[in-house]
C-alpha cells in the first residue's frame, strides 16, 4: 500500500465554522527509511514547509492590515489604489507581499508597506539573531551561520545589512 502526506494549511470562519480557504503547503511520499538520513523531513524541507506556510499566514495578515480602515483626517471611507508588493524578512525565510494602498479625497494616503507600517520589513526575531551572531563573530561568519539556518544565500543576511541591523539595535541600545 502507497501512502502519501498532505500538510493543509486552512483559513475558517471562526463564527461559522465554514472554511473558506484551504492550501496545500506540502506533500511528502511515505516510504521504508533506507537510512536514518531519510527519516523525518530534512533541514530544506522544514524551511519550505515554514516558507509555504508563512505566505499563506501572510496573504490574510495583510488584508486584515487595510480591512476597515477609517480616514483619520475626514473620517470617510478611503479608495483602493491597487497593491503595492513590500518585502518581508522572517527569520528563516523571505517574503512579498501585497498590501492595499488606499487614498482619501482629502489627500491622506495609508502606509502600505511594511517598513512604513512597522519602521523594518525585518522581523524582531531575525534582527536579534543577526545582532546574536555578529557579536560573537565578524559579519561575514555571523552571515553563514544565519544563512546555514535558512538553506539559502539570503540578500538580508549579507555582512553590509547585518553590521547596519547591529548598529540601529546598538542606538536604540545607546
Known sequence: MAYTIKIIAQLEDTETGEDLEQLEVQQK?????????????????????????????????CKILTDNIICPVCGKRPHKQGMIESDFHDVYTDHKV?????????GWR??????????????????????????NNSFKKASE??????????????????????????????
Open 110 to 135: 495609508n502606509k502600505y508597506t511594511l517598513n512604513n507600517i512597522y519602521g523594518s520589513a525585518i522581523h524582531p526575531e531575525l534582527a536579534q539573531l543577526q545582532s546574536t551572531h555578529a557579536s
Open 29 to 61: 511520499q511515505m516510504a521504508l527509511p533506507s537510512t536514518f538520513d531519510d527519516f523525518g523531513l530534512r533541514h530544506k524541507e522544514q524551511v519550505e514547509l515554514i516558507k509555504n506556510s508563512q505566505d499563506f499566514i501572510l496573504k490574510f495578515e
Open 145 to 174: 551561520i544565519i544563512n546555514d539556518f535558512s538553506c539559502s544565500d539570503r540578500k538580508i543576511n549579507n555582512g553590509t545589512t547585518i553590521a547596519r541591523t547591529v548598529n540601529k539595535v546598538g542606538t536604540c541600545l545607546n
Open 98 to 106: 501585497k498590501i492595499q494602498r488606499l487614498n482619501c479625497t482629502c
